[in-house]
Each structure stands twice: as structure tokens, then as C-alpha cells.
């Protein structure tokens, strides 16, 4: 049996088939993608990469509480890869590594995948959205640029490489090659989320906001079946009304959209960590302009303080930080940055950690002491992109210290941050 790019798979007939329906709803951000990994595991239990699957899966929520399945399905995983290919028992051994918590250990396998089998599309789409996760995004071009002479447009996944490629362009400043690539990913199929998103990526760093309303709503109903990247693209969609200061149409998609709490993919996983970045961030820049954003934050502080402790997502701590500290959660707060002075990772702890006591001394007024926090992570811009994400999300950190460098009279350092 075979993937869809024609690599050997260690099954049989129904198991290989829904597998491959998993792998094409991975790489369109499919809300069935779950439904198909679990599917093809009841096929065939002892089809090593299914079980993998599953454990990626459960890894790329960045959620703590998932960790314990990731650690089962890599331990089951494990117990079978001796029948399975080389390039499968890659694939474990990097589910071993990422369960073990040493990403840069994953990455090299998955490179290491790449090097033999460049149309491995899993290895592709999993190492892009880690070293997306982890700043990387010299790396995460470079390692687009190796496999793609070896893709094709006759390749099942095509459109989804020119959307990694497009996307890590536009992260590495080269709008126009990125427009270019993520338009022709969505020309080739409309449903391309993730090309859809690396344009409105590049018209957002470009101020294009007329065009950048009209691309998403032009787009929209090819979404019907997606997973909660739906939320993001709404989440740009408000970032363009924002800008063109229309408060109220913010506050609508944050409600019906981005935000709407009874959607069933919220109700399912009411603390992703894109939703909660996209919830939060949205809020500051709210209130930063203004707006009364009333309740709001509440539902999200409820759900920081039952995450104290997970710093499995790097960007998302400062954005359950805002949640906390606009709610006055302070015991949670204080709980959560002596849980990430604990942490043995530095991004965590030298990155991460003054970040968020930044925006909890923001919170309270104590603006010079958010600028001292923050000034060693921004003096070394390279520190800041640690935490991950993407320069428009970091973007509400800039503003943060920004805000709080005026209020606090340090107009040196404001201007500083403007010129780098
Ligand atoms: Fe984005």
C-alpha cells in the first residue's frame, strides 16, 4: 500500500485508504482529520504509522493535558515499528523525541526524512509548523527550498507546498515571491486554507485592508469543513477592520466568529492555543484603542488558570497572561510565572517569562518596570521571536511595551523599537 504521494505504507486495504484520507485532511485543516486518524487505527491496530499519527496529533495540540495519549501512542507505536519501513520508523522515532520534549531531536528526524523521502508530506507540514512555533523561519524556508525541486503539481499535496512556501516567505519579508506562490496555491485549489492565510499575511504586513476583507470573504465558503484555522482567518479578517478602526465589526467576528462559544469546534477544545492567542490578542489591541470590551475576558481567565503550568506553547503564555492579569487573577499569575522560572527551557524562562511579567505590570499600571522587563528580550530582537508565531501576531507585544514606554516617559526606547 501506498501514501498519497505513492510512499510504501506497513498496512492493508481499509486501514492504508483512511489513512491517506487523514493525511489530505492534515494538510487541509479538515475538522474530520481526528475522526480518519482513529478510523484507520480500528482498521489496522497494529499499523505502526496510525498510531503515530494519533500521537502527532495529539502533540500538535501543545496541550499538557494530551501529553499522557501522545506518550501511550508512541509507546504502541514503538512496540510495532519493527514491521514497519525505514522511513516509518523515522517517523517514530520523532514522535518519541517530540513526546520527550526535545523538538530540535524531532526536527532532525523529520529532516533526516526529508533528506530520503522529500515527498514526505507529513515530515514537510510537521517541521514547518514547528519551526514556525519555535521563530525558526530561516529554517523553516530552507527546508521548504531542499524538498521542493522534488514536488510536482501532479502531487496530491502540492498546494499545500506552496502555501508552507509562500507562508515562510512572507515571515522572512519577501512579500511579493509570497503573494505569488500563495495566490497560485489557492488558484490550484480555493480550499487552500493555509495559502489563504499566507496572503493575507503579506496584505496585512503591507496595510492592504480593503483587499485583505475582500480575499478572506471572497474565500470563505470553501471553509465549511475546516478545523479552527477558520478562527484565524477571521481572526485576520478583524485585524483589517482594526485597522480601519470599524470597532464594531471587530467585535461581531470576535462574537460570531473567532470567539463564538458555542460553535461546536470551541465546544470541543475550548482552549486551543491559536484560539485562545487569536481571543486574547484581540482584546489588548481592543482596549489598547479604547473599546470596552466588557466581559470578555473572563471565559479566557478561566481557562488560563486551569492551564497554569503548561508551557507547551510558548506565544500562548503571554496571552493567557493578559487574561489573567485583566481579570486580577493574581494567585494563578504568580503560580504561573513561578511554574515557568522552573522550566529548563530558555525560551521559557529567559524569553517568555519576562514577557509575561511585563504584561501583567502593564495590567497594573506599573509601566516602568513592563519596560525593563522587556527591553533585554527586545534590545536582542532575534529573543522575542523565540516565543514563536508570526511578526502580525508579535506584533501586540511591540505595542505592549510601546504603550507602556510612553506612559512610563521613555520616549528614547519607544523610538528605539520603531526604528529597529
Ligand atoms: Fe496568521
Known amino acids: 500500500m501506498q501514501d498519497i504521494h505513492g510512499l510504501p505504507l506497513s498496512t492493508t486495504g481499509v486501514a492504508a485508504e483512511t489513512f491517506n484520507r487523514a493525511l489530505r485532511a492534515y494538510v487541509g485543516y479538515r475538522a474530520d482529520l481526528a475522526q480518519h486518524a482513529k478510523a484507520a487505527l480500528e482498521a489496522d491496530p497494529e499499523f ?15 496541550n499538557r493535558g494530551h501529553a499522557g495519549l501522545a506518550a501511550n ?27 520527550a520534549g526535545d523538538l530540535d531531536a524531532a526536527l532532525r528526524e523529520w529532516e533526516q526524512l526529508l533528506a530520503g523521502w522529500p515527498a514526505d508530506v507529513l515530515a514537510m507540514r510537521l517541521a514547518h509548523f514547528n519551526y514556525f512555533w519555535l521563530g525558526r523561519v530561516a529554517e523553516m524556508r530552507a527546508s521548504l527550498d531542499r524538498i521542493a525541486p522534488h514536488w510536482s503539481e501532479p502531487m496530491a499535496a502540492y498546494p499545500t507546498l506552496l502555501s508552507c512556501q509562500s507562508f515562510a516567505l512572507e515571515e522572512c519579508g519577501e512579500y511579493a515571491a509570497a503573494e505569488r506562490a500563495g495566490r497560485l496555491a489557492v488558484e490550484l485549489d480555493p480550499a487552500d486554507v493555509w495559502g489563504t492565510h499566507a496572503v493575507a499575511h503579506v496584505l496585512e504586513m503591507q496595510g492592504r485592508r480593503d483587499e485583505g476583507i475582500a480575499w478572506l ?40 466568529r473567532f470567539r463564538n462559544l458555542a460553535s461546536p469546534l470551541v465546544v470541543a477544545m475550548p482552549d486551543l492555543y491559536i484560539d485562545v492567542q487569536n481571543a486574547a490578542s484581540m482584546l489588548f489591541r481592543l482596549e489598547r484603542q479604547g473599546v470596552d470590551v466588557g466581559g470578555r475576558w473572563g471565559e479566557l481567565a478561566d481557562k488560563a488558570q486551569a492551564r497554569v503550568g503548561d508551557c507547551l506553547s510558548a506565544f500562548t503564555l503571554p496571552h493567557w497572561m493578559m487574561a489573567l492579569a485583566a481579570s486580577g487573577r493574581e494567585a494563578a499569575a504568580a503560580a504561573m510565572l513561578a511554574a ?38 527586545l534590545e536582542v530582537l532575534e529573543r522575542l521571536r523565540e516565543l514563536g508565531g508570526s511578526h502580525a501576531q508579535r506584533d501586540v507585544l511591540e505595542q505592549l511595551f510601546f504603550d507602556a514606554c510612553l506612559k512610563a516617559g521613555r520616549h528614547a526606547d519607544a523610538r528605539r523599537l520603531l526604528h529597529a
Not at 507505536?77 to 520508523?89: D, S
Not at 469543513?225 to 481572526?235: A, E, Q, R
Open 217 to 256: 470573504q471572497g474565500l470563505e465558503r470553501h471553509w465549511a469543513d475546516k478545523s479552527g484555522i477558520v478562527h484565524h482567518l477571521w481572526w485576520h479578517q478583524a485585524m483589517f477592520h482594526l485597522e480601519r478602526r470599524e470597532f464594531e465589526a471587530v467585535l461581531d467576528l470576535y462574537d460570531r
Open 340 to 377: 515557568m522560572k522552573d522550566n529548563p527551557l530558555p525560551r521559557i524562562r529567559e524569553v517568555a517569562l519576562p514577557v509575561c511579567e511585563a504584561v501583567m505590570a502593564h495590567r497594573r499600571g506599573e509601566h516602568e518596570l513592563a519596560v525593563s522587563r522587556m527591553l533585554p528580550v
Open 48 to 62: 505502526a504509522m496510525a498510531h503515530c499519527l494519533v500521537g502527532y496529533l495529539m502533540m500538535l495540540t501543545y
Open 73 to 99: 501512542a508512541y509507546r504502541d507505536a514503538a512496540a510495532l515499528a519493527v514491521r514497519a519501513t525505514a522511513r516509518e520508523q523515522g517517523h517514530v522515532r520523532a514522535l518519541g523525541r517530540w513526546v
